[in-house]
């Protein structure tokens, strides 16, 4: 099998683009990507869209062919992926399976989600109807489940609570630096521990903000992007998992099934460790899950991720940066991009278009997480030689 | 409370049979290896289909962990108490999530008490009729 390579990349800004709805943030950012690598539209033999919930949001439907005519991509072989949040995952996957299989040359992905013409109340709803219908009946919601599982840490680790405090602290630093995000504001950790209750013991700066935005990448084989560039990544493992539907059916509410084997099968896909991936994308929709991902992919040992953070380990310039984008947390999380946003984030890293972001990376990953850890897609990607 | 063992049966499968008191079980699986699971699956954790069921409003449960959510959707009280749950029914242990009538810390000892609507089910986004929205709180004991 060829090795698949990512030869271009864009992303919106993310955050309120009032009067922008999902078609038109797909177009911007399909257009941007292709522009990115030099590809002309008539190219595209496949073409995927990674999207939750347009229909439930805004009564759009039909997303992959409006896009596919919107950049003049017909013929091209079109489809939507959804995976809830970790449908941007899922695409990479798709796009990922449509080059490795030799199905396309030449594939593009867009991700997007419009939220924020929604309240707060009723986008919680369209993402906890996700839920099974014995949680969705009580009025469990993301936050809830989040709110559980700090708290569940919290004791049985004995980790304090400003621990969780400083992934936000740290997330809005590295966003302070990255143009297209949707907060570039720093947060002390007084501000995180004294803002509103949200799921105790959880709070407004613990949970990623409500976003519009979209995200794209663009795959071919090896072969095909060295004809384009000089400059692209390589997709080394790729794996996706599920885990219970119904949350607390899991023997260990501290561990995501779905992270601990979609890792184990990118890391073995890939040939690398977690000791050998030089900076992480992971998604922090909660602060919580920062934690979760760091231990269920071998970054940390169970219990132990918060010290790390304590530590400044996965600062920026930290031994492991963790979320250089400024993370779901400070980026913004428009469902359908977040996944495909990530993988944005570390071709950046790896081929030093990342500007002030910059670390020295060789190798990265991406975690991407749907509902509350149902559906997880790792990815690992590498330079190109 | 505890400890109801066989007398615990549920009536069905899939917990639409009322109980003595006209209120509908709290119906978990039991499957071929012995294990429980609420709510029920069509297959169980060995593939196989569910063996018999247990009633779990006929026993008590302790507090594995809990929120209190102050960004309710709509149709959804604020606050919304709510907690994982751990039952043991005769040494085997099962868990449950929903509402809880009042705060409660890690630990607590709670009985489950019936309510005939968990939220507005015409409020939100799922259609009314495609599930129940009966069931059981979680209050201390």
């Known amino acids: ?385 | 409370m505890s400890g109801a063992g066989e007398s615990g049966e549920a009536a069905g499968a899939d917990g639409t049979d009322d109980s003595e008191n006209g209120e509908p079980p709290m119906a978990a699986a039991r499957y071929a290896d012995g294990s429980l699971g609420y709510p029920p699956h069509p297959l169980g954790p060995d593939g196989e289909e569910p063996v018999g069921t247990v009633d779990l409003s006929e026993h008590t449960a302790r507090v594995v962990t809990w929120t209190t959510s102050h960004a309710t959707p709509p149709g959804v009280r604020e606050p919304n108490h709510v907690a994982i749950v751990e039952f043991t029914v005769e040494g085997e242990p099962v868990r449950a999530i929903g509402q809880l009538t009042e705060p409660v810390e890690s630990g607590t000892e709670v009985r489950p008490v019936y309510a005939e609507e968990l939220r507005d089910p015409g409020a939100g986004i799922k259609e009314p009729e495609s599930q129940e929205w009966d069931g059981y709180r979680f209050e201390p004991v």
Not at chain 1, 79 to 89: E, L, V
Not at chain 1, 215 to 229: D, G, K, N, W
């Open chain 1, 1 to 385: 099998m060829e090795p698949v390579a990512v030869i271009g990349a864009s992303m919106t800004p993310f955050g309120n683009r009032e009067g922008e709805w999902i078609l038109d943030l797909l177009a911007e950012a399909g257009v941007a990507c292709l522009e990115d690598a030099g590809v002309e539209p008539g190219e595209l033999e496949h073409l995927y869209v990674s999207n939750m919930a347009s229909g439930e949001f805004e009564g759009q439907g039909g997303t992959m062919n409006a896009l596919a005519h919107d950049l003049g991509a017909m013929p091209a072989y079109a489809a939507r992926i959804d995976q809830t949040s970790s449908s941007g995952g899922a695409g990479i996957h798709a796009a990922w399976q449509s080059i490795a299989s030799g199905a396309s040359e030449m594939t593009l992905l867009v991700g997007g989600e419009k939220m924020t013409h929604r309240t707060t109340g009723e986008s919680t709803d369209v993402i906890a109807s996700i839920t099974h219908p014995c949680e969705y009946k009580h009025g469990l919601t993301l936050p809830s489940f989040a709110g559980m599982t700090a708290r569940h840490y919290l004791e049985r680790f004995d980790a304090p609570r400003e621990s969780l405090g400083k992934v936000a602290v740290k997330n809005h630093r590295n966003g302070v630096d990255n143009p297209n995000a949707q907060f570039r504001k720093e947060v002390d950790l007084e501000t995180v521990l004294e803002s509103p209750m949200v799921a105790d013991p959880l709070r407004l700066y613990d949970f990623c903000p409500i976003t519009d935005g979209s995200a794209a990448l663009l795959l071919c084989p090896e072969s095909v992007a060295r004809e384009y560039t000089d400059d692209y990544a390589l997709i080394s493992g790729i794996s996706g998992a599920t885990d219970t539907h119904v949350v607390h059916e899991r023997p260990d509410p501290t561990v995501m099934g779905g992270v601990v084997e979609s890792g184990r099968e990118a890391y073995e896909m890939s040939g690398y460790g977690p000791e050998e991936i030089d900076v992480a994308e992971l998604h922090d929709m909660f602060t919580i899950l920062e934690f979760l991902q760091m231990e269920g992919l071998g970054f940390a040992e169970q219990g132990e991720s918060w010290q790390l953070v304590d530590e400044g380990y996965t600062d920026r310039d930290g031994e492991f940066p963790i979320n250089t984008s400024g993370g779901l947390k400070s980026k913004g999380h428009p469902l359908g991009a977040s996944g495909v946003a990530q993988a944005v984030e570390v071709y950046e890293q790896l081929v030093g278009e990342a500007g002030p972001r910059q670390v020295e990376a060789d190798v990265g990953l991406c975690c991407n997480v749907g509902g509350f850890g149902n559906c997880v897609i790792t990815t690992i990607m590498e330079a190109g030689v």
